[in-house]
């Protein structure tokens, strides 16, 4: 699988665990929901500080995000 899409699908589990919706998570980010939902399909790669910020937000690590496990 693709690595961008493991991560958005990574991405739009933890945000869905934490009962937000996309255009909440987008309005956090100063960006449009349309652009945020291109981060959990895998269209647009993230940006290392977008990560990090996102990991902070949905209190999960880089590797959650990435599927890595111990």
């Known amino acids: 699988m693709d690595i961008a899409k493991q991560v958005g699908e990574n991405l739009k589990e933890a945000r869905q665990a934490m009962g937000v ?3 909440q998570i987008a309005k956090e ?3 449009y929901q349309s ?3 291109d981060y ?3 269209k647009v790669r993230m940006s290392y500080e977008l990560i990090v910020q996102l ?3 949905f209190d999960i690590t880089p590797n959650d995000l ?3 496990e111990k």
Do not use: I, N, P, V
């Open 40 to 42: 959990e399909t895998g």
């Open 21 to 23: 919706t996309q255009a």
């Open 66 to 68: 990435f599927g890595f």
């Open 55 to 57: 990991c902070k937000r």
């Open 35 to 37: 652009d945020y939902s």
């Open 29 to 31: 980010l100063h960006k």
